[in-house]
């Protein structure tokens, strides 16, 4: 399977929706009663990935470019409730945000970022 596909198209979608609802308009009465079916959508995502690791280091048997992307997209699903039903998915992401490989690839990542001019300096 690739893992990297699986981060972007399966799961990122419904567990960014979850984060965003929360995260943005969680004092809104209509992410209040949208939240559910949101959260349930992002366990059906969740909950393969969890099986799939099992006791599992990595999803790949080793740290690769699939594991650099699954993390990243669930290091979104790390602020919300859901973490508690998922602690596999928990340990995996600590495991791989702790390791070098994942810390050079953000720092590459986010270098990015920082060479941009500021567009308020203009």
């Known amino acids: 399977m690739s893992w990297v596909i699986a981060a972007l198209n399966s799961v990122e979608p419904d567990v960014w929706a979850y984060a965003t609802l929360n995260f943005f308009f969680s ?4 992410a209040k009663q949208a939240s559910p079916i949101y959260k349930e959508n992002a366990r059906k995502r969740l909950e393969p990935v969890a099986a799939y690791l099992g006791g599992k280091d990595w999803l ?4 690769s470019a699939g594991e650099v992307m699954m993390i990243s997209v669930l290091r979104i699903f ?3 409730e859901l973490t508690a039903d998922f602690q596999t998915i928990v ?21 990015d970022f920082e060479a941009q001019p ?5």
Do not use: I, T
């Open 27 to 30: 004092g809104q009465e209509w």
């Open 60 to 63: 790949e048997g080793e740290f």
């Open 78 to 80: 790390m602020r919300n």
């Open 91 to 111: 340990a995996y992401v600590a495991r791989g945000d702790a390791g070098p490989a994942f810390q050079r690839a953000l720092a590459s990542h986010l270098a």
């Open 118 to 122: 500021d567009p308020a300096e203009g």
